[in-house]
């Protein structure tokens, strides 16, 4: 029980750096920036903002243990498939392998948080 507890909160501790406080200290620190990876991908000004939230809103989702099932499933599709589109953007627009790789890494970081959730009963 305990190993899955640690697997569990190590792998939604990396998501929920990546995922949303990055986005959220780059917004606030160094606006500048926010738009850098979304407009070389050839996506609208917006959209970056738009996903930063929604990334912020799935992370909280995911971590707050009194959440909904149904919302707590939400917010893990959500995220999965903002990393599934990054990596289809990579590939299709850039070609950088690195830039490609990265959401593959980070979506299997999410799955293993998920696989680990359904271990621990207080977080489903």
């Known amino acids: 029980m305990k190993r899955n507890v640690i ?8 998501i929920a750096l990546w995922e949303a ?12 920036y926010m738009t850098v990876g979304t407009k070389a991908l050839g996506y609208p000004d917006y959209f970056a903002y738009s996903l930063a939230i929604a ?20 917010a893990y599709a959500g995220l999965s498939f903002t990393l599934i589109f990054a990596f289809i ?4 627009v850039d070609k950088n392998l690195g830039y ?17 959730k359904s271990k621990i009963p207080t977080m489903n």
Request: proline content about 8%.
């Open 7 to 14: 697997i569990f909160w190590t792998a939604i501790i990396i």
């Open 21 to 32: 406080v990055m986005p959220m200290t780059t917004w606030i620190f160094a606006p500048e």
């Open 55 to 74: 990334k912020v809103l799935g992370v909280i989702a995911i971590i707050y243990p009194k959440t909904p099932g149904k919302l707590k499933e939400w």
């Open 89 to 92: 953007s990579h590939t299709l």
């Open 100 to 116: 490609m790789i990265m959401p593959l890494v980070f979506l299997g970081i999410l799955a293993l948080s998920y696989y680990y």
